[in-house]
């Protein structure tokens, strides 16, 4: 069991999440971030404080298209610990749909510097 993070988070990344992790296991693309599910506890802490409402259990519906793309980039993109500004414009690209499709970006994110 692990939880996901799932596309509203594209673009809206406000790094909210990375705060409370009790074992840092979100990893950083260049605009959205994922939850490496080898480390994940299962605790829970961060669905709450998402603002965008993307983090939920693996065990949700919503979480199927999700899961592979977590651990796939998992293992591609550098650890964030730390929250940073978030995007000038994430407040515009939240709830917009097909972000995966029109918005998604492959580059890892820049992670603790
Ligand atoms: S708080 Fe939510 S929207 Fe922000 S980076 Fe974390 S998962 Fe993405
Ligand atoms: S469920 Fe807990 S361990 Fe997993 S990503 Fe969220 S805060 Fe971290």
Do not use: Q
């Not at 961060?46 to 999700?66: Q, T, Y």
């Not at 749909?97 to 580059?107: Q, T, V, W």
């Amino acid at each position: 069991m692990a939880y996901v993070v799932t596309e509203n988070c594209i673009r809206c990344k406000y790094m909210d999440c990375v705060n409370v992790c009790p074992v840092d296991c979100f990893r950083e693309g260049e605009n959205m971030l994922v939850i490496d599910p080898e480390e994940c506890i299962d605790c829970g802490v961060c669905d709450p404080e998402c603002p965008a409402e993307a983090i939920v259990p693996d065990s949700d519906p919503m979480a199927d298209a999700w899961t592979e793309f977590n651990a796939r980039f998992s293992l591609l993109w550098p650890n964030i610990t730390i929250a940073r500004t978030p995007p000038g414009d994430a407040a515009k690209f939240d709830g917009v749909k097909n972000k995966l499709r029109d918005h998604f970006s492959e580059k890892p994110g820049d992670g603790d510097e």
